[in-house]
């Protein structure tokens, strides 16, 4: 199973869209364990490509490329996890999911809002480039126990503090659990800007988002 995982790591960073689905689909044919394809596997890939694309080895163009076989293996590995959900677990608790203004990095926050449902939360995804005002409107009318916000890029993880701020002006800060994420995220950022919550990948974040609603799911 390892040699497909790395060759699934290698598809992705080679973006061979033939390679990545056919590795990932004898993966779960061979029932490797989900989270262990996304975090193991396709998680860290996308991090190796990062840290190559920052040494000038690949360029834009190859990264959309990844993104396009992330997503199609995320499409096979996607209903797996689903379908491990326990149909006994309970649910309730809503956790609004957003990445925000000016980012449009959302392969990340879909594995958290994956294996949150799989955990039994419910989930809603706001999507990605998300501004204060939308997230705003969207706890007034849903009353989520928790808002994820997610951001990847460095400009725009202090958009995480201005909703914040704007949760507070509107009086809604005591009403829901923040939880803040992103790969340039730190515990010290989250504790600065006054979040409930941070987590480094989604596991993480699936444990602390029970933690903080208290719950025996
Ligand atoms: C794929 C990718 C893209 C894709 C995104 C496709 C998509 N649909 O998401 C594309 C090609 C579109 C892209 C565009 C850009 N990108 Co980009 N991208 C990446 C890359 C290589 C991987 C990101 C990724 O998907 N990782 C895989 C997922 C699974 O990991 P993750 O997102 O970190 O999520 C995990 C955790 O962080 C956590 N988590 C995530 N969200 C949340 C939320 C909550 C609430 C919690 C609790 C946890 C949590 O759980 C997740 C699962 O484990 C990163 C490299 C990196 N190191 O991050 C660069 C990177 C983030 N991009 C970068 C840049 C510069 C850009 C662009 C500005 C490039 C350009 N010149 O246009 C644009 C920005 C566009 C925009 N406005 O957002 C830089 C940012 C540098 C910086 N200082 O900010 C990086 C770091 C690359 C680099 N090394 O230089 N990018």
Request: proline share 5%; glycine share 8%; with cysteine.
């Amino acid at each position: 199973m390892h040699e497909d995982l790395e060759a699934l790591k290698r598809a992705l960073i080679v973006a061979d869209m033939d390679l990545g689905i056919a590795a990932v689909q004898r993966l779960v044919d061979r029932d490797a364990d989900p989270t262990w394809i996304l975090e193991e596997g396709m998680a860290v890939a996308m991090f190796d490509l990062g840290e190559m694309w920052k040494r000038g080895e690949v360029f834009l163009p190859e990264v959309v490329a990844s993104a396009e076989v992330f997503k199609a293996c995320n499409a096979i590995v996607e209903p797996v996890l689903l379908a491990r959900k326990d149909p006994d677990a309970p649910t309730n608790a809503l956790v609004l999911l957003a990445t925000v203004k000016g980012d449009l990095h959302d392969l990340g926050k879909n594995m958290v809002g994956a294996m949150l449902r799989t955990s039994g939360f419910d989930v809603h995804d706001l999507g990605k480039d998300v501004g204060a005002d939308t997230i705003i409107q969207a706890i007034r009318q849903m009353q989520p126990a928790i808002i994820g916000l997610s951001a990847l890029l460095t400009t725009t993880v202090p958009y995480q503090e201005t909703v914040i701020k704007k949760l507070e002006a509107a009086g809604l800060r005591d009403t829901v659990i923040v939880m803040v994420g992103g790969a340039p995220v730190t515990p010290e950022w989250a504790e600065k800007i006054g979040a409930d919550g941070y987590a480094n990948n989604a596991p993480e974040a699936v444990e602390i988002a029970r933690k903080l609603v208290g719950a025996s799911q």
